[in-house]
Antibody
């Protein structure tokens, strides 16, 4: 059974850096074709895709993040970490991580429950 | 970026009703549209992938159709447990983008 769980701070001040961890089980990020992505959903708005990392360390980012975001993986801990610099109140959202595996590339097959991050001074 | 225009944003229907939600892509995405169900406080769940393929374990009352720019998601007979927000997503090109969601309620 595949599960994912997001963890990180619930409250940040503007300009701080967000570090979110996705801890997963039931699969390995060493397996060919496997990827883990991050998606966020601001209150009352549509989900927004942020980033993806694959088994071979290929990384993809949403252009909307510009250079603010970095995604990394630790296969020994079964974790994927997303960092976002210079957080702003508009970054307030529930952040989700999700599993994807080829041939369903870019399909977010299993999601975590999400973690709410609030950015406020 | 490919825009996914989803409608309606909300609907109210009776148990047993047929419910239809549409998503229109701003450009041809072939069959690369997927549908998710999201209940408050829970993880979003993939129901339909590649426009019409039913994810394993998903009840057959859920279905999808379409290709190109126009996609439809249908619940053939609404059940109380189907109360949720449903949203579409395209995977034809990055960045991945989502529809605005449809909140389904029981009348």
């Amino acid at each position: 059974q595949i599960t994912l769980k997001e963890s990180g701070p619930t409250l940040l001040k503007p300009t701080q850096t967000l570090t979110l961890t996705c801890t997963f089980s039931g699969f390995s990020l060493k397996t060919h074709g496997v990827g883990v992505g991050w998606i966020r959903q601001p209150p009352g708005k549509a989900p927004e895709w942020l980033s993806l990392i694959y088994w071979d360390d290929t990384k993809r980012y949403s252009p909307s993040l510009k250079t603010r975001a970095t995604i990394t993986k630790d296969t020994s801990k079964n974790q994927v970490v997303l960092t976002m610099a210079n957080m702003d109140p508009v970054d307030t959202a529930t952040y989700y991580c999700a599993y994807s595996q080829s041939p369903l590339d870019y399909v977010l097959q299993i999601w975590g429950q999400g973690t709410l991050v609030t950015v406020s001074s | 970026d490919i825009q996914m225009t989803q409608s309606p944003s909300s609907l109210s229907a009776s148990v047993g009703d047929r419910v239809t939600i549409t998503c229109q892509a701003s450009q041809d995405i072939r069959f690369r549209a997927h549908w998710y169900q999201h209940k408050p406080g829970k993880a979003p769940k993939l129901l339909i992938y590649d426009a019409s393929a039913l994810e394993s374990g998903v009840p057959s009352r859920f279905s999808g159709s379409g290709s190109g720019t126009d996609f439809t998601f249908t619940i053939s007979s609404l059940r109380p447990d189907d109360i949720a927000t449903y949203f579409c997503q395209q995977s034809d090109s990055l960045p991945l983008t989502f529809g605005g969601g449809t909140k389904v309620e029981i009348k």
